[in-house]
């Protein structure tokens, strides 16, 4: 799977944040300007494509007219709002009241979005000679090719599209690898195979397969894949007077600079108008505890095999592709759900914001079988534009080397990285019974991880609890994170063991997993 651009600093890592940044900042401006109210408001839209990429001179693309429909996409997904086109004259702001009083209820799938002027109609599946091709006298490619694709003009080897089958044995035998096969970019990091072309050669999602990973949306070079976000959705709430709650993914480490500073995050979330902050990893050792207990119960005498449930691109991958094997997916609620429940007893009038690495999750927030109990969510991405608006330097920040959460386990905190939910289970089942073997196996990257449910199907692991992964990495690799995979994965790993705690057995609130899961109704 494609992950070439991950923490490299691009255009299009720019325009992504500008994007971000100034919708929070006209959100936030809101109160500084009663008297025009609306107007306001809807100006401030109409004119940000100019201010985010002003003059008459083209910086990206052929056409700065091209290059402002694009933003304006960008700049209504960035409000939750859908796709326009440019088929009729709109305004960007169309429809915003709805979407930040109605809440969720507006926010709807798609999610993710192929805005379709920005696509450079990539070539998929596609082999071509390249200009290394030395006309050499074996023509090896030539004499390999079962359908005799391939012929020699001007001592130039030339592939009849119509003729070839894509078995790609050209490339291999080609002795200067003069033989290029195109793939689409969007397509080729895509694990559910979901990416499509249109008419016009375009990609299209085929939404009946598509989980929201959010791989596509940062493997295209062209940015013309993006997600909605709830950013407005969240300054409203937090500009209207209410109790809003961040629940921070263990992934934050790092994301904003510095070494897991909690005290810097809690200042952070505070300027931003948040009236408290909680982490996440809390949840994920209850996840934890009821995953051991799931396991311990289902295998082997119910089930051949169980599955991790905390990522859910994996478990809705599972689901849909191998609906009669469903039950093998763990019934445990995931960090997030688990998180927001504990908040919500405490703060019942509150909005909670899920905060994290993860592109899915905005889907998981909106399933009507499981109560998440999750208002909005935000990427840290967008947590970020948040904070560039109101000039918040992160690195900055007071921080009294003190303060922590109250405290996850160390297992708990590496559920963000691959590998990590697989061995906090096995950790609390040893807690519990020591002798207890539990085998295990993960995959990461949904190709990986549906061959791994296939070869489980097979009999292939037995007894074997199963971690899957959607993002290569774990969830330090959503698509919504900031920084270079192995960098946030090194961040995590330190932060883990700063816990006093090393187990999730260990977590004060268990007493509570039966009342927060009381109401559980699975997919």
């Given at each position: 799977m494609a992950d070439t651009m991950r923490g490299v600093y691009t255009n299009l890592t720019k325009i992504r944040r500008d994007v971000f940044r100034e919708v929070a900042k006209i959100c936030y401006s809101i109160p500084s300007h009663p008297e025009s109210g609306d107007e306001y408001f809807d100006d401030?839209?109409?004119?940000?494509?100019?201010?985010?990429?002003?003059?008459?001179?083209?910086?990206?693309?052929?056409?700065?007219?091209?290059?402002?429909?694009?933003?304006?996409?960008?700049?209504r997904l960035a409000l939750g709002l859908p796709l326009q086109g440019v088929d009729k004259p709109r305004r960007v702001s169309e429809g915003i009241k709805e979407a930040t009083t109605n809440g969720l209820d507006y926010y709807k799938p798609p999610l993710i979005n192929v805005i379709k002027f920005a696509c450079n109609a990539c070539k998929d599946n596609v082999y071509e000679v390249t200009n290394s091709c030395q006309g050499c006298l074996a023509h090896p490619c030539r004499e390999i090719c079962p359908k005799q694709a391939i012929s020699f003009h001007n001592k130039r080897a030339v592939i009849d599209q119509d003729l070839c089958i894509k078995c790609g044995r050209c490339a291999q035998?080609?002795?200067?690898?003069?033989?290029?096969?195109?793939?689409?970019?969007?397509?080729?990091?895509?694990?559910?195979?979901?990416?499509?072309s249109d008419e016009h050669g375009r990609a299209e999602i085929d939404y009946e397969k598509c989980v929201s990973c959010g791989q596509c949306l940062i493997n295209c070079p062209f940015g013309a894949i993006a997600d909605k976000s709830q950013i407005a959705q969240v300054i409203f709430s937090i500009l209207q007077g209410e109790e809003v709650i961040a629940a921070v993914a263990p992934a934050f480490v790092g994301q904003f600079g510095g070494k897991g500073n909690v005290g810097k995050l809690r200042e952070a979330f505070k300027l931003l108008g948040f009236s408290g902050v909680e982490e996440v990893a809390l949840g994920a050792d209850l996840c934890t505890v009821q995953e051991a207990e799931d396991y311990l119960s289902e295998v082997p005498d119910k089930l051949p095999f169980m599955g991790t449930s905390c990522c859910p691109a994996w478990a809705s991958m599972a689901k849909k592709e191998f609906p009669e094997h469903k039950e093998a997916i763990s019934m445990a609620l995931t960090p997030m759900v688990l998180t927001a429940?504990?908040?919500?007893?405490?703060?019942?009038?509150?909005?909670?914001?899920?905060?994290?690495?993860?592109?899915?999750k905005k889907g998981e927030a909106l399933r009507k079988s499981v109560r998440s109990e999750v208002d909005f969510v935000l990427t840290f991405e967008e947590m970020a534009g948040m904070m560039e608006a109101k000039d918040i330097d992160y690195l900055r920040l007071h921080d009294d080397n003190k303060s922590d959460f109250d405290v996850?386990?160390?297992?708990?905190?590496?559920?963000?990285?691959?590998?990590?939910?697989a061995n906090a289970v096995v950790n609390a089942i040893h807690e519990k019974y020591p002798d207890r073997e539990v085998p295990i196996a993960n995959a990461e990257g949904l190709d990986e991880c549906r061959q791994m449910m296939k070869d489980a199907i097979k009999g292939k692991y037995p007894g074997y609890l199963l971690e899957g992964m959607a993002c290569p990495g774990g969830c330090v690799a959503g698509a919504g994170t900031l920084v270079q995979i192995k960098k946030s994965a090194s961040a995590v790993k330190r932060y883990a063991k700063r816990s006093p705690h090393k187990f999730a057995t260990e977590n004060e609130y268990l007493d509570q997993l039966e009342s927060l899961?009381?109401?559980f109704d699975s997919e």
């Open positions: 401030a839209f109409e004119n940000l494509p100019y201010k985010i990429l002003p003059g008459d001179v083209a910086t990206y693309r052929e056409s700065v007219f091209l290059e402002r429909a694009i933003i304006s996409e960008r700049i035998i080609c002795p200067y690898h003069a033989i290029h096969h195109h793939v689409r970019p969007c397509a080729d990091a895509c694990g559910m195979h979901c990416i499509g429940r504990m908040i919500r007893s405490q703060h019942p009038n509150a909005k909670i914001v899920f905060v994290g690495p993860c592109a899915a996850a386990s160390a297992d708990g905190r590496g559920f963000a990285v691959a590998g990590g939910v899961t009381a109401d």
